[in-house]
């Protein structure tokens, strides 16, 4: 059975850094697309960044410059680096993959992870 796990969230003072990973275990073919998405209290769940199998990125527009994602395929795993941040970047943090189960198959299924919390203190 596939999973995504994420690790790494945590308590950050305002300005701080923090890094959170997600990492897929399980059968499977391989990974295409992943991305983090974050869900502030009380708000709707928003796009942070994407990442393609190639290493191409895309970020939200208002995150550019703060905050880096990567992936390490060897590794089956991806990761956030966010510096510098803000306490409106409190939110939980999930990672979101297509995934192929075989090499058979034409389409990839998506998965969730079940997400970190990232507090960050004023």
């Known amino acids: 059975q596939v999973q995504l796990v994420e690790s790494g969230g945590g308590l950050v003072q305002a300005g701080g850094s923090l890094s959170v990973s997600c990492a897929a275990s399980g059968t499977f073919f391989d990974i295409g697309p992943m991305a983090w998405y974050r869900q502030p209290p009380g708000k709707q769940r928003e796009l942070v960044a994407s990442?393609?199998?190639?290493?191409?990125?895309n970020y939200a527009d208002s995150l550019k410059g703060r905050f880096v994602i990567s992936r390490d395929n060897s590794k089956n795993t991806m990761y956030l680096q966010m510096n510098n941040l803000k306490p409106e970047d409190t939110a939980v943090y999930s990672c979101n993959a297509g995934i192929r189960p075989n090499r058979w198959s034409s389409r990839f299924r998506d998965y969730w992870g079940q997400g970190t919390q990232v507090t960050v203190s004023s």
């Open positions: 990442i393609s199998n190639s290493g191409s990125t």
